[in-house]
């Protein structure tokens, strides 16, 4: 019956000749498929939507189709994909989800982010492997009920939609693997007092939502590490200074002790709680302002811009005319100030980049970043497009080789450990290598010596590469995109940078205890007298000299957190 069902589709489409990518599947029995950009979205178009013999690779267990806006919708025969373990449909334009997809049992990972979905079918509830759901910049304005179900759900997330509560049933005790929620940018009022419930919670993000006050419970949760309240206008105005500046454990004291509001903690009756308040209020105005500009100063990051003008080894980035077809924009600066030397900061910078990757850059399919050692750099720097075949780099941690013979490496290398490990998911480092398909160029930036540095959206190069003795970073994103996503990216790598430099600065951890053990050859510079980053500005031209982009500019690094000053 499953093949004469098909068989009709197939008739149906029989004016439209079935896609390689789809054909070359099918032939080689395969259990991965990735559909992206612009020549997909261009077959889409063509087609009427995607072709129906998609749906008849019924041994796919990995099915990603993303960038396409021509995709409005997914056809109700995706349930004949039983198989499947991971379904991405991200940064597509799609209105609905077929009820069809409860069916597909299997189903580990959904991503259905950056559409035009206003609902969620309620089916959804019935993929009891859910392990990861991703549904974040839509226009939901309510998650179905029932998504305890999914019991073996582990990270979700709903930011960038317009949720105004989140369902209680999601704050059940049966959720017990929930570790991640992602709630941000919502109008979310209230985070409800059962969120002690989830045992293995530790990542919980609802800024920029409408909260009014935090559950005293909320200190309640063990493994609770990283939480996001920053954009919420909160009654407790310390407590807002508080989730605007300090670390998590810092806020969850806070809430745990009795705050300055009803909250109280476990380690506090209600009369004694209100005692604490009581005892807060009678100090008078006076305390309470100096108290506010103590958490201030406390929690004050400073970020200082310095014009290209005033530097005078100013570094500049020529970007020759072949990269406008290949990956047109670029954006870059110097950072000075960063302290990689104590403890683990350089590791919690290298994840903080990891992040960033895999959230604002869209796994770097819109952008990637690269850092460098400015040390190491031999300046000016040309971005430029060279053919695959003679394009050559000194990879992190390999011996120089052609770029193609690295793709070459680096996809048997994925191939392996994907038999290893017995899983036909397509690994992050195989997405990488997918985004250069077709490509007779590739983009690369070079230095004075001709060396390349960098390779988006691969790898760096193991000349440049920063280490705990790095005193200056050059900061690199590039963008197939947009100019603006470029900016973005770099915006929110600078903030962070800041708030990773301040935690570094409070924490005052000994040199030396991280993992990467470089040498460093020259004397340990003193411990730095603040937390504060120097921006050097870079000016980005092309082959006639003419400036195409310099940042930061004035209309950059322009942040809603509080604590954040930037002095221009």
Request: glycine fraction near 4%.
């Amino acid at each position: 019956m499953f093949r004469v069902m098909l068989d009709n589709m197939a008739e149906e489409n029989s004016s439209l000749n079935i896609w390689p990518e789809i054909e070359k599947a099918e032939k080689e029995n395969r259990r991965e498929l990735v559909l992206q950009g612009s020549a997909v979205d261009k077959k889409i178009q063509s087609s009427g939507g995607l072709h129906a013999r998609l749906y008849s690779l019924s041994l796919l267990n990995y099915l990603e189709i993303s960038q396409c806006p021509s995709l409005h919708e997914i056809h109700e025969n995706i349930r004949h994909l039983s198989h499947l373990q991971s379904l991405i449909l991200c940064r597509n334009k799609l209105t609905a989800v077929p009820k069809s997809i409860g069916d597909l049992k299997a189903i580990k990972v959904l991503d259905l982010s950056v559409n035009q979905l206003q609902s969620l079918p309620e089916e959804i509830c019935a993929l009891s492997e859910l392990n990861t759901l991703n549904i974040s910049c839509n226009s939901i304005t309510a998650l179905p009920d029932g998504l305890s179900k999914c019991v073996k759900l582990a990270s979700i997330n709903v930011s960038k939609n317009a949720l105004s509560r989140i369902p209680d049933d999601l704050w059940c005790s049966n959720l017990e693997l929930l570790s991640t929620i992602i709630a941000s940018e919502n109008a979310i009022e209230q985070l409800s007092s059962e969120v002690h419930n989830l045992p293995a919670l530790k990542v919980l993000d609802l800024s920029s939502n409408k909260l009014q006050e935090l559950p005293w419970e909320l200190a309640d949760c063990s493994k609770l590490k990283e939480t996001n309240f920053k954009g919420n206008k909160l009654k407790d105005k310390r407590l807002e200074k508080m989730v605007n500046g300090c670390q998590t454990k810092s806020v969850l004291d806070y809430l745990r002790a009795g705050g300055r509001g009803k909250g109280k903690g476990k380690q506090q009756d209600g009369e004694a709680s209100e005692k604490l308040v009581s005892k807060k209020k009678s100090g008078g105005k006076q305390k309470g302002k100096k108290e506010a500009e103590e958490v201030d100063e406390l929690n004050r990051m400073v970020v200082r811009v310095l014009h290209v003008s005033k530097v005078p080894t100013a570094v500049t980035v020529k970007v020759s005319e072949g990269i406008k077809d290949v990956r047109p924009y670029i954006v870059c600066c110097i950072v000075k100030g960063m302290n990689l030397r104590q403890g683990n900061a350089l590791k919690r910078f290298l994840v903080a980049q990891t992040k960033l990757h895999d959230e604002i850059c869209g796994k770097r399919t819109t952008a990637t970043i690269a850092t460098h050692d400015l040390g190491l750099l031999k300046a000016p720097l040309l971005y430029d497009a060279r053919p695959r075949d003679t394009l050559k780099i000194v990879p992190l941690g390999r011996k120089e080789m052609r770029a193609a013979e690295l793709l070459e490496l680096l996809q048997q290398e994925a191939d392996e450990l994907r038999k290893h490990k017995k899983r036909q998911n397509v690994s992050g480092l195989h997405k990488y290598l997918q985004l250069l398909d077709g490509k007779d160029f590739y983009p690369c930036l070079v230095d004075a010596e001709d060396h390349v540095v960098s390779f988006p959206p691969i790898t760096n190069s193991e000349r440049t590469k920063i280490k705990r003795s790095t005193q200056e970073l050059f900061l690199e994103v590039t963008s197939s995109t947009s100019l603006q996503i470029c900016k973005d990216v770099m915006d929110a790598l600078i903030i962070r940078m800041a708030e990773l430099n301040k935690l570094t600065f409070d924490v005052k951890e000994d040199v030396g205890s991280d993992e990467e053990t470089d040498v460093i050859s020259a004397p340990p510079a003193d411990d730095p007298a603040s937390s504060e980053l120097t921006v050097v500005q870079v000016k980005v031209v092309d082959v006639d000299g003419n400036l195409k982009v310099v940042y930061p500019s004035k209309t950059d690094l322009i942040s809603d957190v509080s604590n954040l000053t930037v002095i221009r």
